[in-house]
């Protein structure tokens, strides 16, 4: 494990290790906090959450395999991004957030004044999070947006959301990488 990291992965979290967890992340000792796949209650999530928006360390947050499984847990997950300021890389694949998560997450990610990485793959996307995501793709000479894009298996986008997505990546001069496998192009 990396130094200032918390991994975990496939586990069900309990009350004591969430306020550990916590506790480091008020700590502004964590750069990296990956739960992939981990089962935790609806409300140390929200714990979490308040962790990571009062975090001034952490770059990279891994949420992925349906950790962010509901939109209630998404609309918590906006809000900590509205106030944190340090993540870099936000990975939320495998979770279910369709186009009407994405919505109320987009607030967020659009004004995130650090994320860079942005992995939304399995998230069960559709056209209309294709044009979010578009946003966050500003065009050459505007500000800084995402250098990493994951859009892999989301095949709910049609030929015209993706048609949208390269005419966004066209004219951003920002995004070095784009995974969009499993998909249906």
């Known amino acids: 494990m990396l130094p200032g990291s918390i991994q975990i992965s496939g586990e069900t979290l309990s009350g004591a290790e969430i306020r550990d967890i916590c506790e480091s992340l008020r700590e502004n000792s964590v750069r990296l906090l990956s739960l992939r796949g981990c089962q935790l209650s609806e409300r140390d999530f929200g714990h979490v959450c308040r962790g990571v928006a009062e975090s001034r360390s952490l770059a990279q947050l891994n949420l992925n395999l349906g950790i962010v499984s509901n939109i209630n847990r998404v609309k918590q997950l906006a809000e900590a991004l509205k ?66 894009l994951t859009l892999s298996a989301n095949p709910g986008v049609t030929s015209k959301g993706w048609g949208r997505l390269a005419i966004a990546v066209a004219h951003s001069s920002q995004l070095r990488v784009l995974n969009l496998d499993y998909n249906p192009l």
Do not use: W, Y
């Open 83 to 148: 106030t944190n300021r340090s993540v870099q890389s936000l990975f939320l694949h495998g979770s279910p957030l369709t186009d009407a998560g994405l919505a109320l997450l987009n607030p967020a990610l659009s004004m995130h004044p650090s994320l860079v990485a942005l992995d939304l793959g399995d998230c069960m996307l559709g056209d209309e999070g294709i044009n979010l995501i578009c946003g966050l793709l500003p065009p050459d000479g505007a500000k800084s947006g995402l250098k990493e």
